[in-house]
């Protein structure tokens, strides 16, 4: 925590909360405006019920103290300016990256130019470099972790999965400063999978402890997906994922540039200790020495190359000036409203909205629905068009199953099992049926004979709501 936030404790009155930028499982970040500095920020609100009850109180904690490691000792990470909290909520005040992610521009351009993938892989690798050093494994690298500054420079965030190695028994010491009941919080996972299912080491899926050489697989997934614009490793479920993983089943696209082929079969190793740079005496010269990089001068990159033409055109972020400081339940509902709408900012991890099936001639629903063929899941929905697809948890009594949700025309909701890849079933639609989210993973949908209890593992359910909500009005347009 920064020594100034020891002379002056701050609050979210101290900020006017604006948008907000993305949401995670148990956390929402918001653009917001120190009200003494009209300095812009990314502010990661987390309500502290939620962590209690999913039991992330170590990871929440776990974060903060990676970020104060890293303090501001390297240009390429996310800052923590301060932190505070109420009686609800903790407060993170972190650099405001106004450029949004890596992940983004792979989406907006199909794939990176060799130069950007080459610019911003060294600039990644910069950074593995001095978080290595500090005995920090990241755990969690892909590409909507690494964001863009103002100037596009890379800026590695998110922690929560991050493991802080010490002298004793490669275990990291932390100790909770969130006033909740301290039996919540001896909570250890165990053998248990962190991170991002399509980035995940194998030696996370199959070990007890992770290593540096975790973040080095990492990397080789980034630069696989920042050249072909598609992740190596990919499935209809987590399992398969990890079985594809765990077999090293992966192909390069026929245009896969060679030289960046040659770097990425080099870090995607199964053994950890084989892949490049782990048994360097000095990290990582042997990646800065791979003939990918012979063009760089790793002591002064210089400045980013283009993205594309309009990179340099960032988009307008202000706050309007009507609105008051601070954070209640209200605002925090209004602010939340407002990300279902379309909006200027970049909002992470968020799907676009859809346009509103009005809008749709009978010539474009045939087009989209010829390019819908291409979806493993268009077999179960009967030829009708797919307006929104995602993974939720049904809940059925005291246990819960993942299926594919696909919201169709028609009006039809089907739920699909992605591991057998079998239809398991329809909720039915009627002019009655009704959707209520109880928070922004939780939603119900009633129908005159049944309650269904689903949970968004994203934290989309009022996406899920509306796009119902849309879809009852307008088949059934007496219905308000």
Not at 197 to 220: C, I, K, N, R
Not at 245 to 252: A, D, G, P, S, V
Request: charged share 30%; hydrophobic share 35%.
């Amino acid at each position: 925590m920064p020594p100034a936030e020891e002379v002056r404790r701050r609050s979210h009155s101290d900020y006017i909360f604006g948008k907000v930028l993305g949401e995670g499982s148990f956390s929402t970040v918001y653009l917001a405006k120190d009200v003494h500095t009209s300095k812009e920020h990314a502010i990661k609100v987390v309500e502290k019920a939620h962590v209690i009850r999913e039991k992330k109180t170590e990871s929440v904690m776990r974060e903060k103290e990676v970020l104060r490691i890293l303090g501001n000792s390297c240009p390429y990470f996310v800052r923590l300016y301060w932190t505070f909290q109420d009686t609800d909520r903790l407060y993170f005040v972190l650099s405001y990256a106004k450029n949004g992610d890596v992940l983004g521009q792979i989406e907006k351009h199909g794939r990176l130019s060799i130069d950007c993938t080459r610019y911003y892989l060294a600039e990644l690798i910069l950074g593995l470099e001095h978080l290595h050093s500090k005995n920090i494994i990241h755990r969690d690298l892909k590409p909507e972790n690494l964001l863009f500054d103002e100037n596009w420079h890379i800026l590695i965030t998110d922690f929560g999965s991050a493991k802080i190695l010490t002298s004793e028994n490669g275990h990291n010491n932390e100790s909770s400063t969130i006033d909740v009941p301290e039996k919540e919080y001896p909570y250890k996972r165990r053998n248990s999978f962190v991170g991002t299912a399509q980035f995940v080491s194998p030696e996370m899926l199959t070990e007890t402890h992770s290593s540096y050489a975790s973040d080095l697989w990492a990397l080789g997934c980034i630069a696989f997906q920042m050249a072909s614009g598609h992740m190596p490793f990919t499935g209809g479920s987590e399992y398969l994922i990890f079985q594809k993983i765990l077999k090293l089943e992966y192909t390069f696209p026929e245009d896969f540039p060679r030289e960046i082929k040659a770097l990425v079969e080099k870090l995607i190793v199964l053994e950890p200790q084989k892949r490049l740079g782990t048994s360097d005496e000095r990290k990582y010269s042997s990646i800065r020495q791979h003939p990918f990089f012979t063009v760089l001068n790793w002591d002064d990159l210089g400045p980013p190359p283009k993205i594309s033409e309009d990179c340099n055109q960032t988009p307008s972020q202000e706050i309007p000036d009507h609105l008051e400081p601070g954070l209640d339940e209200e605002k925090a509902s209004r602010l939340h409203l407002d990300l279902l709408s379309p909006s200027p900012i970049i909002t992470r991890k968020k799907s676009p909205p859809n346009r509103k099936i009005t809008d749709l001639t009978d010539a474009e629903i045939q087009e989209r629905l010829e390019a819908q063929k291409s979806n493993i899941y268009h077999s179960f929905v009967e030829d009708n068009l797919i307006l929104k697809q995602g993974f939720i948890d049904k809940k059925k009594g005291l246990f819960a199953r993942r299926r594919m949700f696909l919201l169709t025309l028609g009006p039809h909701l089907y739920y699909v099992d992605p591991v057998t890849m079998t239809l398991k079933g329809e909720i039915p639609w009627s002019r009655d049926i009704k959707t209520e989210a109880k928070n922004f993973k939780t939603f119900f949908v009633y129908t005159p004979n049944r309650k269904y209890y689903l949970e968004d593992p994203e934290g989309y359910a009022l996406e899920w709501c509306k796009a119902i909500d849309d879809l009852k009005n307008y088949y059934y347009p007496d219905e308000t």
